[in-house]
């Protein structure tokens, strides 16, 4: 079973859509028609868009993302702490291949701001590397 709801796959999915290439943007598009009139098409998305390692990590970015607002809006509570940890000078990079946006943290325990091309929450560089 999934740890995310349908919803939650298909709305990242639709964010998604540009960044995917043609074919997979074809497949996925069509996937998102037979979900609007009902059909459970949420697994086979899934398995789709996660055949190529940069979609995966830009999916499970996007999904975390959503998970942590989700927990924010839910009595302000945003997670464990030391979910994402910063230190002065830590760099964070988007997970998208290819994408060359960087931050580089000021203070300890800031939050980077999502990639301004990809909307995905960056990542630490150093996980981005392995």
Do not use: W
């Not at 043609?22 to 949420?42: F, N, P, W």
């Not at 940069?54 to 975390?64: E, G, Q, V, Y």
């Not at 994402?84 to 946006?101: A, L, Y």
Request: charged letters at 25%; a negative charge.
């Amino acid at each position: 079973m999934p740890k995310y709801t349908p919803e939650q796959i298909y709305t990242a999915a639709r964010t998604l859509l540009p960044m995917l290439d043609k074919a997979t943007r074809k497949q996925v598009e069509t996937l998102l028609e037979q979900a609007k009139s009902g059909q459970d098409t949420h697994l086979q998305m899934l398995d789709l868009i996660t055949r190529e390692e940069a979609n995966r990590i830009a999916l499970r970015a996007l999904l975390a993302g959503e998970e942590r607002s989700e927990s924010t809006l839910a009595g302000g509570y945003s997670g464990l702490g030391g979910e994402i940890s910063s230190t002065p000078g830590q760099i964070f990079v988007c997970p998208f291949e290819g994408c060359d946006h960087r931050y580089i943290s000021a203070e300890a325990g800031e939050r980077p701001p999502d990639c301004p091309r990809h909307k995905l929450p960056l990542v630490p560089a150093e996980e981005a590397e392995g």
